[in-house]
């Protein structure tokens, strides 16, 4: 059984639309976070949620909104899509109690703006 | 600014032992994390160090220096399914990972 799973795995949409991308745990994990991954470049964090009521914004949140609905849900959404926020999007999880803060990634999410 | 360096990519053989360094700057440093990559999948975690000194687990092990911001991972008897991306990250004083772009290692036979 998948811990974190993502949907939908792959998407095809086109600039100006409306996306949403979500991700849920079975892991019972406090923390979740939102990273995008480009060819060349290190994974970059968009998001990241330390419980429910806990938003805090990444390195490149311009252009992206997230919605922690309960602990096991953590949405990212992009309001009006552009070509070069096609990527490879991961969700990751932590465990607040974990003193290492280990992240388990979900299987990621394939974006195409055309 | 903060910085991880790897290489870009490495080859190696069936059976060898190779060695991927990483070195870091960043701001604080509260840990670092080894992960693998298969192409298209999820990274998955292999290692943390967060003292000086060799951490072994199976065929892998990883190694840190704090005073030199440097660490490596080593792979031992490799196999063909080790073919894949090592990631390499730092969590800084805010707790943040930051990560490499990756080191991809090609097996041959």
Known sequence: DADVTQT??????????????ECSQ?????RMYWYRQDPGLGLRLIYYSFDVKDINKGEISDGYSVSRQAQAKFSLSLESAIPNQTALYFCATSDLIDSTDTQYFGPGTRLTVL | GQNIDQPTEMTATEGAIVQINCTYQTSGFNGLFWYQQHAGEAPTFLSYNVLDGLEEKG?????LSRSKGYSYLLLKELQ??????????????????????????????
């Open chain 1, 8 to 21: 939908p795995r792959n998407r095809i949409t086109k600039t100006g639309k409306r996306i949403m991308l």
């Open chain 1, 26 to 30: 079975t892991k019972g994990h406090d």
């Open chain 2, 59 to 63: 065929r892998f092990s990883s190694f």
């Open chain 2, 80 to 109: 063909m399914k080790d073919s894949a991306s090592y990631l390499c990250a730092v969590m800084d004083s805010n707790y943040q990972l930051i990560w490499g772009a990756g080191t991809k290692l090609i097996i041959k036979p």
